[in-house]
């Protein structure tokens, strides 16, 4: 593989202003439009999404499913709140458009993800039957690992979701904390088999888990298929972890590969990686345009780990209608990815992009609540905004050092409250476990912390 450096970066960033311009008057063959910036003004279809069949209930999913996590919000007096009358909106435009799996969780969105689910689709003018619930059993603390806890947590997503089954159930993040982890959350407490029970009973319709962590306990749980009988699996895989040689746990390839060998579909979570490669710096952008230029960026991730075929569903989290309209057009229908560009995305796109110096945080905010108060997500996501923009310089040398200084510091103020920086944080440890990403949190706060006064203090 290539290897880019940044002097490489500068040079190929020039091409973005051309492949923008082609992307302005260029049409595919399907005669698609586009506005200046490279847009699609074209109708959103209705009728023309493409789905998956789960080959153990029949069930016909959208392959673009709806991750109810990146919710639009808004400010009640200190409190920031879901905007309600904006994921009823999104909901109903959802389901006009043929996405019909909805995912959701207790623990997401402050513990409101579900309730609003629940009201959006109850207010969406869909019966029922038109649309799938995907919920997990998320009971991540120790106080949460009895048995009537866990049921306690099943019937209360019953009534925020105001249904009387769910249709996807979900052991959510199986693999963090390792075997023990697993005994003390679903085994050893008799959950499990009793959540086998509901799904007897028709009160869970497909029973599976989302998998983040320890490899061996993804591998225990598939050599258990024959007793759990997993009806699906929840993974991360995209084209920068397809191939990851020597780490299986974050290998898209060998997650993927033992589902389908033992004909487990396999749900996708995390296709942009957090929105990371849909906003990419501007040589990658210039880089994929010049491959099709009336693709958006985002839709290469999609198309390419839509292209799996035991691939049921797609997650994305789109917080905004402009998400929402994009990723319709890009599995409506799905224009699958051609074996040369799988392998361009997995060598040569991949190797850009992990070349770039962004921290690999996909704002789950598993790591959240931080005990000193942190906005831990925050950080991370104001850093990697900038690195994009070019606003992390390396020295005083940099020709826009002054520029992008105050940039920098200017918007970490603006998006972080000064006492939930970087600066606070006591390496106390405790979100470590909570990463899917394997992430050195409290190194990497020291990292942005050290740049930060060397940049308050003018000695960068």
């Given amino acids: 593989m ?9 040079k190929v960033s020039g091409t973005v202003a051309a492949t923008t311009a082609l992307a302005a008057c260029k049409k595919s063959e399907g005669d698609i439009n586009l506005d200046p910036m490279g847009h699609h003004t074209d109708e959103v279809p209705t009728d023309k999404m493409t789905y998956r069949i789960n080959p153990k209930t029949g069930d016909r999913v959208s392959l673009l499913g709806y991750g109810w996590m990146r919710l639009p919000n808004k400010r009640e007096g200190n409190e920031e709140v879901i905007d309600q009358e904006s994921v009823n909106e999104l909901a109903k435009y959802a389901l006009a458009h043929g996405v019909n799996y909805f995912d959701t969780s207790p623990a997401y969105s402050r513990g409101r993800s579900e309730e609003s ?14 649309y799938f619930i995907a919920t997990k059993l998320s009971n991540f603390s120790s106080s949460q690992w009895s048995f009537e806890e866990g049921k306690k947590m099943f019937e209360r997503s019953l009534v925020n979701l105001r249904t009387d089954y769910i249709d996807y159930l979900l052991l959510h993040s199986v693999g963090g904390g390792g075997m023990q982890n697993l005994h003390d959350r679903y085994l050893d407490n008799g959950l499990l088999d ?16 989302s998998f983040h962590g320890d490899v061996n306990v993804y591998d225990w749980m598939l050599e258990h298929h024959d007793q ?12 920068i972890d397809w191939n990851r040689n020597g780490d299986r746990s974050s290998s898209g390839y060998y997650l993927y590969n033992e589902l389908e060998k033992r004909g487990i579909p396999a749900v996708i979570m995390e296709p942009l990686l957090g929105g990371r490669l849909s906003k990419v710096p501007d040589h990658v952008v210039a880089h994929l345009k010049q491959r099709k230029p009336e693709n958006s960026v985002a839709s290469w991730a999609f198309r390419y780990i839509g292209s799996k075929p035991n691939v049921l569903t797609v997650l994305s989290g789109m917080t905004y209608m402009e998400h929402l309209e994009d990723n319709v057009r890009s599995f409506s229908p799905l224009e699958l990815v ?30 959240m609540p931080c005990p000193y108060g942190l906005d831990i997500p925050g950080i991370f996501v104001h850093y990697n905004k900038c690195v994009n923009q070019g606003n992390v310089p390396e020295s005083q040398q940099a020709k826009n050092y002054q520029e992008a200084r105050r940039a920098f510091l200017v918007g970490y103020d603006r998006s972080v409250p000064r006492l939930r920086q970087a600066n606070h944080c006591t390496t106390c440890r405790e979100c470590v476990p909570h990463c899917p990403q394997n992430i050195d949190i409290p190194r990497e706060l020291q990292r942005v912390d050290r740049f930060v006064e060397k940049l308050k203090q003018n000695t960068l």
């Fill in 338 to 367: 051609s074996e040369e560009d799988q392998e361009w995305l997995e060598g040569e796109t991949a190797t850009l992009i992990k070349s770039y110096p962004t921290i690999q945080c996909n704002d789950c905010k598993y790591c």
């Fill in 2 to 10: 290539k290897e880019y450096n940044r002097r490489d970066f500068l």
């Fill in 194 to 209: 009793w959540l086998m029970e509901q799904r007897e009973n028709g009160r869970i319709r497909n029973l599976g888990f």
């Fill in 228 to 239: 759990y009988h997993w009806d699906f699996v929840q993974i991360q895989a995209n084209y």
């Fill in 117 to 130: 689910l629940g009201i959006a689709l109850e207010q969406s003018g869909y019966s029922r039957d038109k």
